[in-house]
């Protein structure tokens, strides 16, 4: 029991270091790009908003899975779990239909 339990710990310790990665990779990227489509900056990748859409899709996919682990914990969490699903299945339609 004691060892799924440091199991249950440490993924719930990655997916939220991961969650906040993430989180300040998409600052980044939405700085990057709003500088270099005022022309202050010159980076070919960031001139359209792909990196923008790909980085939102990737959060809210860790992010749900983190709310989706916390769930067992707190059982609130699964509706949070099932919105940000939801909204990252909506940004990969986005994605894949070329609206960026």
């Given at each position: 029991m004691d060892r799924e339990y440091k199991r249950y710990v440490n993924m719930e310790k990655a997916l939220g270091f991961l969650g906040w990665v993430?989180?300040?990779?998409?600052?980044?990227?939405?700085g990057l790009t709003v500088l270099t489509l005022?022309?202050?900056l010159q980076f070919s990748i960031f001139?359209?908003?792909?990196p923008i859409g790909i980085s939102i899709f990737?959060?809210?996919?860790?992010?749900?899975?983190?709310?989706?682990?916390?769930?067992?914990?707190y059982h609130s969490y699964?509706?949070?779990?099932v919105f940000a699903f939801v909204f990252a299945l909506i940004q990969l339609i986005f994605l894949?239909?070329?609206?960026y």
């Amino acid at each position: 029991m004691d060892r799924e339990y440091k199991r249950y710990v440490n993924m719930e310790k990655a997916l939220g270091f991961l969650g906040w990665v993430m989180l300040a990779v998409t600052v980044l990227v939405v700085g990057l790009t709003v500088l270099t489509l005022n022309g202050i900056l010159q980076f070919s990748i960031f001139r359209n908003y792909l990196p923008i859409g790909i980085s939102i899709f990737i959060g809210l996919m860790i992010w749900g899975l983190r709310f989706y682990y916390n769930s067992r914990r707190y059982h609130s969490y699964i509706k949070y779990s099932v919105f940000a699903f939801v909204f990252a299945l909506i940004q990969l339609i986005f994605l894949l239909s070329n609206v960026y």
